[in-house]
C-alpha cells in the first residue's frame, strides 16, 4: 500500500511553492517516512528552517515549525532544545542557508553535539534567489554570478561535520529515497548533533545554467557521481577523484550530548548552591 | 524581609530577570555587558534555567526567540557592535510576536569605538535598527533600584505585548555599584503571556478578539502545533501577500504600543510646575542633569528636569504640555543630538530648544549642563 503522507502535511498549504521535480519534495517525503517508522508524535516534534527554497519545508508539516532568518535556523533550534531537550528538533536547510551565511552556527552545533537533527538539502546552488553560486557549487560550474564558471573551490559538507565534531554524519541523495529515508531516520534516532546531507536537484537554477535542464536528467547526473560506501572502500583516491560516498560516513555514540551535560551541570551548581546557604551565618 | 543588597547595574540586570521568571539567557560576550552573562551563567543552573555562550549575538538572538517560542522567559545583553549584530533577528521578533528582553549596556563611539567606556548614542538605533515597519519599547532607568523594577518591567511588557523589549543602560550604569534595598516580591507583579484556551484546532496564533490587539500564545509542544515566520503572514501564522492582510496586521502590531501608551509611558518630573529652563535628559545622563536642576534653583533660576525613562515610545505629550509653560529647553545626552530631534517634534513650539552633547566616552557634567542652562535663561 502506498504510504500515506497526508497525516504529517498541512495539506490545506498545498499546492507547494518548488518547481514541478524539485528535489525537495523527496527530502521532506524521506524525512516524514524517517518520523512515521520512529512512531514519534507531531506534538514532540519542532522543525526550523532558514530562508531558501528548502527552508519553506516546515510550512507544510503538520508539527511545531519555525522559518526563521537566512542562515540562522541553528541558533533557533539550539534555543528550543535547550529548554525542551526531551522533545525532537529538527533544522531542514538548503546548503547557502546552512553553510555559507549559517555556517558559523552549523560548526558550533556540530562542537557542541546538541540532540539536533540537521538534514541538508544540497542542490549546489542558491534556489530561491536565482542560482548564485553557493559554498557547494562545483568548481568551474555556471551560476547567475558565475557566468564565466565558478572559480571558487567547494566544501565537502560532510568533511566538514565530521572536522567539527557532528557525532552522525550521513550523505544520501534524491535519486535514492530508500537510502534517504533509512539515513534521515539513523540521524533522527541518534542521541546528538546529526547531519544529513541530501544531494539534491535544481533543474531550474543550476540545472538550466549547466546543460541539465530536465530533472531526471540531472537526478541521473548526481546519481552518477555516487558511489556508496561499501564499494567506496575498495577504490583508491585516483578512482574517488570528483565521486560523493553516499551511506554512513560517520558514528559516534560515545561524545556526550550537550543538554545531558547541562543537566548534570544544573544538578552540580544546585548541590552546591544548597550548601552554600546552608551555611549558618555569623 | 528587605534586602540590603549592594550591585552593579550589570548584576542588578541578572537578578532581575531571574525575580521576573526569565530562565533563558544567550549571550556573546561583550564590554560593557560582559558579567550580565557572567552572572546568569553562575545563577540560571541553580534555579534551573539554561545558560548558553552562543557562537555569535545573532546565535543569541535567535536562541532567545527559540526559547521564548517553546514557552520560557528569555533575554540577551549585548552592547554597541552586537547590538548592530542583532538587529535583524530583534525583527524577527517582532514579526513573530515573542516575547523577549534585550539589555544593551551602551557604549562609545560608532564602530568598535570606545568599548570601555560609556555612551548614549544607541538611542535612535534602538528605535529603529532593524528594517521594516515595527514597534519598540526600550526602557531607560537612571538608578540601580529602578533599573531591578525596569527589568521586570521589561519581562512584563514583552509578555503582555508579546514585542522584544530593549532595556537601554550605558558603561557608566552597568559597572557602577550602588547599595539598595532590594525590591520585594510585593512591591511588583509578574505578568505572563495569555495562552489560548481554545481547542488546538481553533487555534489561530495571531487571530485577535473584536477591540484587542494582543493574539494569545500557545508555546511549541503543547498540541497546538502552529507556524510562525517572518515572512508577512495572516493570522493562521501562513504566509500571505495580501496586500489588506499584510497592511492590517502591520498596523495592529504598531497599535499594540501606540494604543497602550498609558500602560507603558514611564517618567520622572523634578520640578516642572513651574518651571522656566526644562532641561530633558535619560539614563546616567539624568543624574548629572538633576543635579544641575538643583543647583540652578539654588541660584535662583527656576529650571526643572523631565527624564523619560521608557524613551521609546517617546513621551511626546508630556514633552509637548511642559514644553508650551517653558521659556527654553536643554536637552542633555551622551551623543551629537539624538533625544533632542525627538524633543523638538515633540515640542512642537518656536521656543529654544538647545542641547548639551557629548561624545568621547566621557558623562556629561552637571556643570556643563549648568552653563547650558545659563546660556538660555
Ligand atoms: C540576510 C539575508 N541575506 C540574503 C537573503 C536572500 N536569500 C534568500 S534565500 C537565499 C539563498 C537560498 O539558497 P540556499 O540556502 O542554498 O537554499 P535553496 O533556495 O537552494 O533551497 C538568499 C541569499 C536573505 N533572505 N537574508
Ligand atoms: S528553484 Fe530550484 S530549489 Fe527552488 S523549487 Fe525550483 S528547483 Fe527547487
Given at each position: 500500500?502506498?504510504?500515506?503522507?497526508?497525516?504529517?502535511?498541512?495539506?490545506?498549504?498545498?499546492?507547494?511553492?518548488?518547481?514541478?521535480?524539485?528535489?525537495?519534495?523527496?527530502?521532506?517525503?524521506?524525512?516524514?517516512?524517517?518520523?512515521?517508522?520512529?512512531?514519534?508524535?507531531k506534538?514532540?516534534?519542532?522543525?526550523?528552517?532558514?530562508?531558501?527554497?528548502?527552508?519553506?519545508?516546515?510550512?507544510?508539516l503538520?508539527?511545531?515549525?519555525?522559518?526563521?532568518?537566512?542562515?540562522?535556523?541553528?541558533?533557533?533550534?539550539?534555543?528550543?532544545?535547550?529548554v525542551?531537550?526531551?522533545?525532537?528538533?529538527?533544522?531542514?536547510?538548503?546548503?547557502?542557508?546552512?553553510?555559507?551565511?549559517?555556517?558559523?552556527?552549523?560548526?558550533?552545533?556540530?562542537?557542541?553535539?546538541?540532540?539536533?537533527?540537521?538534514?541538508?538539502?544540497?542542490?549546489?546552488?542558491?534556489?530561491?534567489?536565482?542560482?548564485?553560486?553557493?559554498?557547494?557549487?562545483?568548481?568551474?560550474?555556471?551560476?547567475?554570478?558565475?557566468?564565466?564558471?565558478?572559480?571558487?573551490?567547494?566544501?565537502?559538507?560532510?568533511?566538514?561535520?565530521?572536522?567539527?565534531?557532528?557525532?552522525?554524519?550521513?550523505?544520501?541523495?534524491?535519486?535514492?529515497?530508500?537510502?534517504?529515508?533509512?539515513?534521515?531516520?539513523?540521524?533522527?534516532?541518534?542521541?546528538?548533533?546529526?547531519?544529513?546531507?541530501a544531494?539534491?536537484?535544481?533543474?531550474?537554477?543550476?540545472g538550466?545554467?549547466?546543460?541539465?535542464?530536465?530533472p531526471?536528467?540531472?537526478?541521473?547526473?548526481?546519481?552518477?557521481?555516487?558511489?556508496?560506501?561499501?564499494?567506496a572502500?575498495?577504490?583508491d583516491?585516483?578512482?574517488?577523484?570528483?565521486?560523493?560516498?553516499?551511506?554512513?560516513?560517520?558514528?559516534?555514540?560515545?561524545?556526550?550530548?550537550?543538554?545531558?551535560?547541562?543537566?548534570?551541570?544544573?544538578?552540580?551548581?544546585?548541590?552546591?548552591?544548597?550548601?552554600?546557604?546552608?551555611?549558618?551565618?555569623? | 524581609?528587605?534586602?540590603?543588597?549592594?550591585?552593579?547595574?550589570?548584576?542588578v540586570?541578572?537578578?532581575?530577570?531571574?525575580?521576573?521568571?526569565?530562565?533563558?539567557?544567550?549571550?556573546?560576550?561583550?564590554?560593557?555587558?560582559?558579567?550580565?552573562?557572567?552572572?546568569?551563567?553562575?545563577?540560571?543552573?541553580?534555579?534551573?534555567?539554561?545558560?548558553?555562550?552562543?557562537?555569535?549575538?545573532?546565535?543569541?538572538?535567535?536562541?532567545?526567540?527559540?526559547a521564548?517560542?517553546?514557552?520560557?522567559k528569555?533575554?540577551?545583553?549585548?552592547?554597541?557592535?552586537?547590538?548592530s549584530?542583532?538587529q535583524?533577528?530583534?525583527?524577527?521578533?517582532?514579526?513573530?510576536?515573542?516575547?523577549?528582553?534585550?539589555?544593551?549596556?551602551?557604549?562609545?563611539?560608532?564602530?568598535t569605538?570606545?568599548?570601555?567606556h560609556?555612551?548614549?548614542?544607541?538611542?535612535?538605533?534602538?528605535?529603529?535598527?532593524?528594517?521594516?515597519?515595527?514597534?519598540?519599547?526600550?526602557?531607560?532607568?537612571?538608578y540601580?533600584?529602578?533599573?531591578?523594577?525596569?527589568?521586570?518591567?521589561?519581562?512584563?511588557?514583552?509578555?503582555?505585548?508579546?514585542?522584544?523589549?530593549?532595556?537601554?543602560?550605558?558603561?557608566i550604569?552597568?559597572?557602577?555599584?550602588?547599595?539598595?534595598?532590594?525590591?520585594?516580591?510585593?512591591?511588583?507583579?509578574?505578568?505572563?503571556?495569555?495562552?489560548?484556551?481554545?481547542?488546538?484546532?481553533?487555534?489561530?496564533?495571531?487571530?485577535?478578539?473584536?477591540?484587542?490587539?494582543?493574539?494569545?500564545?500557545?508555546?511549541?509542544?503543547?498540541?497546538?502545533?502552529?507556524?510562525?515566520?517572518?515572512?508577512?503572514h495572516?493570522?493562521?501564522?501562513?504566509?500571505?501577500?495580501?496586500?489588506?492582510?499584510?497592511?492590517?496586521?502591520?498596523v495592529?502590531?504598531?497599535?499594540?504600543?501606540?494604543?497602550?501608551?498609558?500602560?507603558?509611558?514611564?517618567?520622572?518630573?523634578?520640578?516642572?510646575?513651574?518651571?522656566?529652563?526644562?532641561?530633558?535628559s535619560?539614563?546616567?545622563?539624568?543624574?548629572?542633569?538633576h543635579?544641575?536642576v538643583?543647583?540652578?534653583?539654588?541660584?535662583?533660576v527656576?529650571a526643572?528636569l523631565?527624564?523619560?525613562?521608557?524613551?521609546?515610545?517617546?513621551?511626546?505629550?508630556e514633552?509637548?504640555?511642559?514644553?508650551?509653560?517653558?521659556?527654553?529647553?536643554?536637552?542633555?545626552?551622551?551623543?551629537?543630538?539624538?533625544?533632542?530631534?525627538?524633543?523638538?517634534?515633540?515640542?512642537?513650539?518656536?521656543?529654544?530648544?538647545?542641547?548639551?552633547?557629548?561624545?568621547?566616552?566621557?558623562?556629561?557634567?552637571?556643570?556643563?549642563?549648568?552653563?547650558?542652562?545659563?546660556?538660555?535663561?
Amino acid at each position: 500500500m502506498a504510504f500515506d503522507y497526508a497525516p504529517y502535511m498541512r495539506m490545506s498549504k498545498l499546492p507547494h511553492l518548488w518547481c514541478p521535480g524539485c528535489g525537495i519534495g523527496i527530502v521532506v517525503k524521506s524525512l516524514i517516512r524517517a518520523i512515521d517508522r520512529l512512531g514519534w508524535s507531531k506534538d514532540d516534534i519542532a522543525v526550523v528552517s532558514g530562508i531558501g527554497c528548502t527552508s519553506r519545508a516546515p510550512g507544510y508539516l503538520d508539527m511545531n515549525t519555525l522559518h526563521t532568518t537566512h542562515g540562522r535556523a541553528i541558533s533557533f533550534a539550539t534555543g528550543i532544545k535547550l529548554v525542551r531537550p526531551d522533545k525532537h528538533v529538527i533544522v531542514i536547510a538548503g546548503d547557502g542557508d546552512m553553510v555559507a551565511i549559517g555556517g558559523n552556527h552549523f560548526i558550533h552545533a556540530c562542537r557542541r553535539n546538541i540532540d539536533i537533527t540537521c538534514i541538508i538539502n544540497n542542490n549546489n546552488i542558491y534556489g530561491m534567489t536565482g542560482g548564485q553560486y553557493s559554498p557547494t557549487t562545483p568548481h568551474g560550474a555556471k551560476a547567475a554570478t558565475a557566468p564565466w564558471g565558478n572559480m571558487e573551490p567547494c566544501f565537502d559538507l560532510t568533511k566538514l561535520a565530521m572536522g567539527a565534531g557532528a557525532t552522525y554524519v550521513a550523505r544520501g541523495q534524491v535519486g535514492n529515497g530508500v537510502q534517504l529515508e533509512r539515513l534521515i531516520r539513523d540521524g533522527l534516532d541518534h542521541h546528538g548533533f546529526a547531519v544529513i546531507e541530501a544531494l539534491s536537484n535544481c533543474h531550474t537554477q543550476f540545472g538550466r545554467r549547466n546543460k541539465l535542464p530536465d530533472p531526471m536528467q540531472l537526478i541521473k547526473h548526481i546519481q552518477d557521481k555516487t558511489v556508496p560506501k561499501s564499494k567506496a572502500e575498495k577504490m583508491d583516491s585516483a578512482e574517488l577523484a570528483g565521486k560523493f560516498v553516499v551511506g554512513e560516513l560517520f558514528r559516534d555514540t560515545d561524545r556526550p550530548e550537550f543538554c545531558d551535560e547541562y543537566a548534570k551541570l544544573q544538578q552540580r551548581a544546585q548541590a552546591a548552591s544548597k550548601k552554600k546557604t546552608a551555611v549558618p551565618v555569623a | 524581609m528587605a534586602k540590603a543588597v549592594f550591585w552593579t547595574g550589570n548584576e542588578v540586570c541578572a537578578e532581575a530577570a531571574i525575580a521576573a521568571g526569565c530562565r533563558f539567557f544567550a549571550g556573546y560576550p561583550i564590554t560593557p555587558s560582559s558579567e550580565i552573562a557572567a552572572v546568569m551563567a553562575q545563577r540560571l543552573p541553580e534555579e534551573s534555567g539554561t545558560f548558553i555562550q552562543m557562537e555569535d549575538e545573532i546565535a543569541a538572538m535567535g536562541a532567545i526567540i527559540g526559547a521564548s517560542l517553546a514557552g520560557v522567559k528569555s533575554m540577551t545583553a549585548t552592547s554597541g557592535p552586537g547590538f548592530s549584530l542583532k538587529q535583524e533577528n530583534i525583527g524577527f521578533a517582532c514579526m513573530v510576536e515573542a516575547p523577549c528582553v534585550v539589555v544593551n549596556v551602551q557604549r562609545g563611539g560608532p564602530s568598535t569605538g570606545l568599548p570601555t567606556h560609556p555612551g548614549q548614542s544607541d538611542l535612535m538605533q534602538t528605535r529603529w535598527g532593524t528594517h521594516g515597519d515595527h514597534t519598540t519599547i526600550a526602557l531607560a532607568p537612571a538608578y540601580l533600584r529602578e533599573l531591578y523594577l525596569e527589568m521586570i518591567r521589561a519581562f512584563n511588557l514583552s509578555e503582555k505585548f508579546r514585542v522584544p523589549v530593549i532595556v537601554l543602560i550605558d558603561e557608566i550604569l552597568g559597572h557602577m555599584s550602588e547599595c539598595f534595598e532590594a525590591p520585594t516580591p510585593n512591591e511588583y507583579t509578574v505578568i505572563n503571556r495569555v495562552k489560548p484556551t481554545c481547542p488546538p484546532e481553533k487555534y489561530n496564533p495571531y487571530e485577535v478578539q473584536d477591540g484587542e490587539l494582543v493574539p494569545t500564545m500557545a508555546s511549541y509542544f503543547e498540541g497546538y502545533r502552529f507556524h510562525a515566520t517572518g515572512l508577512n503572514h495572516d493570522k493562521t501564522g501562513f504566509p500571505t501577500t495580501h496586500p489588506i492582510v499584510c497592511h492590517q496586521d502591520e498596523v495592529r502590531q504598531l497599535a499594540k504600543v501606540s494604543h497602550n501608551r498609558a500602560e507603558i509611558d514611564s517618567w520622572e518630573e523634578v520640578m516642572v510646575e513651574d518651571a522656566e529652563i526644562l532641561v530633558v535628559s535619560f539614563g546616567s545622563t539624568a543624574r548629572g542633569a538633576h543635579s544641575a536642576v538643583l543647583e540652578m534653583r539654588k541660584q535662583g533660576v527656576r529650571a526643572g528636569l523631565f527624564r523619560p525613562i521608557t524613551v521609546w515610545p517617546f513621551p511626546d505629550e508630556e514633552v509637548r504640555r511642559l514644553a508650551r509653560k517653558t521659556k527654553a529647553i536643554v536637552v542633555a545626552e551622551m551623543n551629537l543630538g539624538q533625544m533632542i530631534l525627538e524633543v523638538e517634534r515633540a515640542a512642537h513650539s518656536d521656543i529654544k530648544i538647545v542641547g548639551c552633547q557629548k561624545v568621547g566616552g566621557v558623562p556629561v557634567e552637571p556643570y556643563e549642563i549648568v552653563a547650558k542652562i545659563r546660556e538660555v535663561a
